[in-house]
């Protein structure tokens, strides 16, 4: 038998042997401890934060709710948490509630008229929403008219009424406060400043968008909100975010 042989054949001794050391399982090749799967309750998946109230309340698979708390995540959905096992200080992911919705495509020109169906479908139709689709919804932009941006509104022609010949001139605000659908349709949706813009021509026609300008702020509200739901619910375990 030659010595690589013999090598393979050691190394395959020490890699199938364990070490118990203070409590841990180690492997001699490279003293790394092992883990050892340990059963876990699987995870709950909701869509609102109603069930995940409702879930808690109840608490249909008798889940050891002792020490868990409920994490408010960066994308917005919420998760159930165990405390740490005694093994290995890990936690058990007992449910996580995510609403899933279309949303609004931000910081891209969009056609007037469909724009004016995302307006009224994907935000909250308040007064805000109301004037920008008044607007919106009449935009024309004939030859030899041009759009003018003084910084604070925007120059636009809009149709008076049925003949291109009976147009006038209007003003859309640069800025505009809106709602749109961010969050779980329980809580108050928070409210974010955008600036608005528009473009087109006698051929393309009108073309309308919407630009973020609080830099991602928005998501402090919506935090706030959703763990204010889930106070509302009744919901008494501890809330992070």
């Known amino acids: 038998m030659d010595g690589a042989a013999v090598k393979e054949i050691r190394d395959i001794v020490i890699n199938s042997q364990k070490i118990e050391y203070e409590g841990g399982v180690f492997v001699p090749g490279n003293y790394k401890e092992l883990e050892f799967t340990k059963y876990r309750e699987d995870t709950v998946n909701l869509s609102?934060?109603?069930?995940?109230a409702d879930f808690i309340e109840v608490n249909p698979n008798f889940l050891d709710l002792e020490g868990a708390f409920v994490v408010i995540n960066k994308d917005l959905s919420v998760s159930l948490l165990s405390s740490p096992d005694d093994d290995h200080r890990k936690r058990t992911l007992f449910a996580h509630a995510q609403f899933e919705l279309?949303?609004?495509?931000f910081n891209r020109f969009i056609e007037a008229e469909l724009f004016n169906i995302l307006l009224q479908t994907l935000f909250i139709y308040d007064q805000p929403a109301q004037?920008?689709?008044t607007i919106a919804s009449k935009l024309q932009?004939?030859?030899?008219i041009t759009i003018s941006d003084d910084?604070?509104?925007?120059?636009?022609?809009?149709?008076?009424?049925?003949?291109a010949a009976s147009a006038v001139g209007?003003?859309?605000?640069?800025?505009?406060?809106?709602?749109?659908?961010r969050i779980f349709p329980e809580?108050?949706?928070?409210a974010s400043q955008f600036l608005t813009r528009i473009k087109g021509d006698k051929e393309s026609g009108a073309y309308v968008g919407l630009w973020e300008t609080d830099g991602g702020m928005w998501r402090v509200e919506a935090a706030n909100n959703i763990a204010n739901k889930l106070i509302d619910l009744d919901v008494k375990l501890p809330i992070y975010y």
């Open 131 to 133: 004037n920008l689709f």
């Open 141 to 144: 932009i004939d030859e030899g």
């Open 48 to 52: 609102t934060l109603t069930s995940l």
């Open 170 to 181: 209007a003003t859309v605000a640069t800025r505009v406060q809106l709602k749109p659908y």
């Open 151 to 163: 910084g604070l509104t925007q120059n636009v022609t809009v149709k008076k009424g049925m003949s």
């Open 102 to 105: 279309e949303q609004f495509s």
């Open 187 to 190: 809580c108050d949706q928070p």
